[in-house]
């Protein structure tokens, strides 16, 4: 018997109605679904009761499995000539560790396929109102991990990044709030420029807090704010004010 076939599959941002065709299809010829821990239930009542479900979650502090042990079972369960969905957040080759998971494929010969998601990157601000570009305000978009891994070998420059572009995108980033917002100030970028953070976007518990770069910290303290969020820097986040249509935001 040959090898099977692994899929790195997006879940997209949280709303169920936003997983691609391509992704359901692919979901329901599946033996195993190895899944992520921010997979709406929506998403996982999608999964056919015939397929193997495998949390693999991670949590800070707290991992399911390692990333390698998570690797090693896509491959034993390949090897066994099964069809492996491994369900992640948003896009499996933004900030999802797809890109390490698909090397790991490829150094065994396994036969896999990206399924790209929709990007919580893109579709949270969507959801609170804000568009990433406009033509007045915004003709360029940086997507940053506010979470980089201990041993990463190129680090975040977050004094060249506030003047390099027009709208700040971070994901993963809460945590680290109060300090990416000092380093962006110190960088030369308006104590004053709008930010957002949008909490669990696209579900019926999204919150959104608009407020400036140099009290958010604070307020998103005092508000209780939590992971998942995603935090909009820029001028475009002000077009929330007008344009929020699935929740109305909390403004200072």
């Known amino acids: 018997m040959g090898y099977g076939k692994v899929y790195l599959v997006g879940a997209g941002p949280g709303d169920p109605k936003l997983l691609t065709l391509k992704?359901?299809?692919?979901?329901?010829?599946?033996d195993v679904v190895m899944y992520d821990r921010l997979i709406s239930e929506g998403v996982l009542r999608l999964i056919p009761e015939k397929a193997e479900k495998i949390y693999v979650g991670k949590s800070p502090g707290k991992h399911a499995l390692t990333q390698d042990e998570i690797n090693e079972l896509m491959i034993r369960e390949?090897?066994?000539?099964?069809?492996?969905?491994?369900?992640?957040?948003?896009?499996?080759?933004?900030?999802?560790?797809?890109?390490?998971?698909?090397?790991?494929?490829?150094?065994?010969?396994?036969?896999?396929?990206?399924?790209?998601?929709?990007?919580?990157?893109?579709?949270?601000?969507?959801?609170?109102g804000i568009p990433l570009?406009?033509?007045?305000?915004?003709?360029?978009?940086?997507?940053?991990?506010?979470?980089?891994?201990?041993?990463?070998?190129?680090?975040?420059?977050?004094?060249?990044?506030?003047?390099?572009?027009?709208?700040?995108?971070?994901l993963m980033g809460l945590g680290h709030l109060r300090e990416?917002?000092?380093q962006l100030i110190d960088g030369g970028l308006n104590p004053d420029t709008p930010i957002a953070i949008i909490e669990w976007g696209t579900t019926e518990y999204q919150r959104t807090l608009i407020g400036c770069l140099s009290t958010i910290a604070d307020v998103a303290e005092k508000a209780a704010f939590k992971?998942?969020?995603?935090?909009v820097i820029g001028e475009v986040v002000n077009l929330a004010r007008r344009l929020s249509w699935f929740k109305k935001p909390i403004i200072l």
């Open 23 to 30: 992704a359901l299809e692919v979901l329901q010829n599946a």
């Open 78 to 128: 390949a090897i066994k000539g099964k069809t492996v969905v491994r369900l992640k957040n948003g896009d499996p080759f933004i900030f999802s560790r797809g890109g390490e998971e698909a090397e790991a494929l490829a150094s065994m010969n396994i036969e896999f396929e990206v399924v790209p998601g929709v990007s919580s990157a893109f579709a949270v601000p969507a959801y609170a």
């Open 133 to 170: 570009t406009h033509r007045q305000y915004s003709s360029s978009v940086a997507v940053v991990t506010g979470s980089q891994a201990p041993d990463a070998s190129k680090k975040i420059n977050w004094g060249k990044l506030a003047g390099a572009v027009d709208t700040i995108v971070v």
């Open 180 to 182: 990416i917002a000092g």
């Open 227 to 231: 992971p998942p969020s995603v935090i």
